[in-house]
């Protein structure tokens, strides 16, 4: 960390939270990946390998497989549902998804991924106004019941 260092550890009941409504409702927990650019599974997420490979979407390259991958929604071919579901077979998944609007083609693969494989995949749906929170987030946790906990980074400039 270039210009600071990580110096904030806070209790989980001090840390901001977020209702959220489960579409899929499962526990998760896990660093925080965040875009505001929706993302097609088919074609642009390698569910071998758990990464982001759309060439033109501005996370290539990244490792969403056990992070929270938040995102607006998903776009593109409904085949994104398999993909999703093969990743989950592979445990390439995402620990969970956050999303700004429903989306049936994520929900789809997540559902028959924890029908198939007892693999749940929480799907968690949040406000605009809270999925900008969500932003600066560093590490995200999911409960059941939807309920959102983030932490943030803080710096400090080193003297």
């Known amino acids: 960390m270039a210009n600071g260092e990580f110096i904030e550890t806070r209790r989980l009941d001090e840390m901001p939270r977020i209702q959220g409504e489960p579409l899929i409702a499962g526990c998760a927990e896990g660093e925080a990946l965040f875009t505001n650019e929706p993302l097609s599974f088919w074609g642009g997420y390698n569910a071998r390998k758990g990464t982001i490979i759309d060439t033109h979407h501005e ?19 409904s085949t994104g549902s398999g993909i999703l579901l093969e990743a989950i077979r592979l445990g390439n998944a995402p620990a969970a998804i956050i ?56 710096f400090q400039e080193r003297s």
């Open 59 to 77: 996370l290539c390259g990244r490792r969403a497989a056990g992070h929270v991958l938040v995102l607006p929604g998903a776009r593109g071919s």
């Open 99 to 154: 999303l700004k609007r429903r989306d049936a083609i994520l929900g789809l693969g997540a559902i028959v991924g924890r029908e198939l494989y007892g693999k749940i995949l929480p799907l968690v749906i949040v406000s605009e106004q809270d999925f900008d929170l969500l932003r600066k987030a560093s590490r995200i946790r999911i409960d059941e019941a939807g309920v959102i906990v983030y932490e943030q980074e803080i």
